[in-house]
């Protein structure tokens, strides 16, 4: 292995240090990471060699001539507004050192990306890791202006939903995360919903956010359901209850039946998907799944 090179004078905690945007990569491909900045920004790739660009969506490329670890150091940091990388290589960095102006925060790959929810730059709006991230933190705590929350990998990630940002729209969450709470108190926004891991959420799926079109939801729920008017174009719904006896055979029926009395296009994943522990449907949904399935929906029951 390569020990990590350093860019210039960065200790001390002097200004320096506090503009310096430090990624460790164990490099053994191409890495490609896109930035928006407002000002020139440069990068040290941690072999000797540097670039510097300005400007809406630039890409930074580096091939590393001998595979091995390196620190990738952005100086200045506070002029970056977008980070996005998707390269498949190992990253680490705590999300605390993730630059101030940041809105725009995508990584994908094979990070190890950690730190508190808590502690990400205040005017994220799209934030999206998957990975082996260790993020943490109670979503009450994630940045209020947040819309786009997509987070992946070993994350730890707890709270009640109710405490969510207001402003949500997509909300997927995955990995080892506690959160709970009743859908009811969902941000009232959402329009995407997954969340699967170690979650317990509660309460009737008909109260969930009015303009849901995608719900998937597995863990440790035990979520119920009565009645309610679906969007009329609607794209995917998967329930996995916890154990059995929750989300009933009459339940399974009712709501293949209110789907089949809303919606009117089906569109992008198509499928309705209630197995697992939901009760089998009757011959009460018949005539439902029929006009579901005419429309383009898969439907899975048991």
Known sequence: MIGFKRFGSTGGGGEVSRQ??????????????????????RVNWGDGTTEEKNG??????????????????FLKKSDITKLQCTSNVFFHFDIANAPAGITYFLITGQNTVSGDIANAP??????????????SG???NAPAGITYFSIAGQNTVS????????????????????????????????????????NTVSGDIANAPAGITFFNIQGQNTVTYTTRTWPSVFSYFYLRPANTGIFTTA???????????????????KAIDLRGNCGARTAA???????????GFTVYTN
């Open 159 to 198: 709270g009640d939903i109710a405490n969510a940002p207001a402003g949500i729209t997509v909300f997927y969450i995955t990995g080892q995360n506690t959160v709970s709470g009743d859908i009811a108190n969902a941000p009232a926004g959402i329009t995407y919903f997954l969340i699967t891991g170690q």
């Open 285 to 295: 949904s018949d005539t439902a799944v029929i006009y579901l399935q005419g429309i």
């Open 20 to 41: 310096v945007f430090t990624i460790y990569t164990t490099a053994a491909a191409a890495i490609d990471i896109l930035l928006s900045t407002i000002a020139p920004v």
């Open 122 to 135: 205040a005017g994220i709006t799209y934030f999206l890791i998957t990975g082996q991230n260790t993020v």
């Open 56 to 73: 809406t969506d630039q890409t930074y490329s580096k091939t590393y001539a001998v595979a091995g670890d390196y620190a990738i150091q």
């Open 251 to 269: 339940m399974v029926d009712k709501f293949l039946i209110d789907m089949a009395a809303s919606i009117t296009t089906a569109s992008n994943e």
């Open 138 to 140: 109670d979503i009450a």
